[in-house]
């Protein structure tokens, strides 16, 4: 008996991660005045969160705002 191969994955995904001082703060304001949705938020205080507005997610990390600069994150599966 042969195994079955494993279908063909080909997904990209970029996902912008973004330090923030309030990750409640960041989730409301990116909702409420940029019309993202809320994704999720995770931490009891809130460590970290995420906002989708299409195939978009943002990440906020808590931790010193970089205003010179964020990550940008990849996912690729193939």
Known sequence: MTEPLAPVVDCEQYH???????VLA???FYTEKLGFMFSFVWGDPPA?????LGEIQ???EHGTPKPK???????RQR
């Open 16 to 22: 912008a991660a973004l330090p923030v001082s309030d």
């Open 26 to 28: 960041a989730v409301t």
């Open 48 to 52: 970290m969160a995420a906002v989708n």
């Open 58 to 60: 943002i990440f906020f």
């Open 69 to 75: 600069g964020c990550a940008l994150l990849r996912g």
